[in-house]
């Protein structure tokens, strides 16, 4: 669970540093490749499926911590790395448009 916690917390992340990178051409003309687009391109369409994946998860986790009695933590990361995915992705879609 740690696992997924971390890949969905950093892919949002590394999303948007390489968008960052690419746009101030800051990778040295790697944004430029093909390379570039498909990794841009697999970390937002993967990013906000994992997300989902650990908010089910979690969800499921929670439900099953409720039944033997155990206290529960909260859901709100996952729902808030959701968002921030999803968002990441309307701005991807939108910068796209423009060219």
Request: charged residues 15%.
């Amino acid at each position: 669970m740690r696992l997924l916690r971390i890949i969905a917390i950093a892919m949002p992340q590394l999303l948007v540093l390489l968008m960052a990178g690419g746009y101030l051409d800051l990778l040295g003309g790697w944004n430029h490749t093909d390379a570039a687009g498909i990794t841009l391109l697999f970390l937002a369409l993967a990013a906000p499926v994992v997300a989902l994946l650990w908010l089910v998860a979690e969800a499921i986790r929670r439900s099953l911590r409720r039944r033997q009695g155990e206290s529960t933590g909260p859901i709100w990361p996952a729902v808030l790395i959701l968002a921030e995915a999803l968002a990441l992705d309307l701005l991807i879609l939108s910068m796209a448009r423009m060219h």
